[in-house]
Nanobody
Framework: QVQLVESGGGSVQSGGSLRLSCAAS????????MAWFRQTPGKDREAVAV???????GYADSVKGRFTISQDTSTTTLYLQMNSLKPEDTAMYYC???????????????????WGQGTQVTVSS
């Protein structure tokens, strides 16, 4: 069983930065896919960024150029560096993981087997 614990959320003003962390108890397999999603009340969970065990990454159009996903395999920690934050980035942010390479439908929450409890990000204007 893989356990994921997010941290690093908080409140920041528009234009500010935050770095989220997701500590994994272990990787799902030697080949894996990990992602960040976000969700606001009343809306579907939205994919933000993805990375696989080879380091290949993908981003939602809404965060390209502002967010960077990375990982430290020595500590099994996933990161999301968020710069130039906007009020519309306000959400609960979740990390997710699954064994195998990321699929072409990496933005689909149903592709992931493991989820963290989330960390809240609030961006004020």
């Amino acid at each position: 069983q893989v356990q994921l614990v997010e941290s690093g959320g908080g409140s920041v003003q528009s234009g500010g930065s935050l770095r989220l962390s997701c500590a994994a108890s272990k990787y799902p397999d030697h080949i894996y896919c990990m992602a960040w999603f976000r969700q606001t009340p009343g809306k579907d969970r939205e994919a933000v960024a993805v990375i696989d065990s080879d380091g290949a990454t993908g981003y939602a159009d809404s965060v390209k150029g502002r967010f960077t996903i990375s990982q430290d395999t020595s500590t099994t920690t996933l990161y999301l560096q968020m710069n130039s934050l906007k009020p519309e980035d306000t959400a609960m942010y979740y990390c997710a993981a699954v064994h195998g390479y990321c699929s072409v439908s990496w933005y689909n929450r149903n592709d992931y087997a493991y989820w963290g409890q989330g960390t809240q990000v609030t961006v004020s204007s």
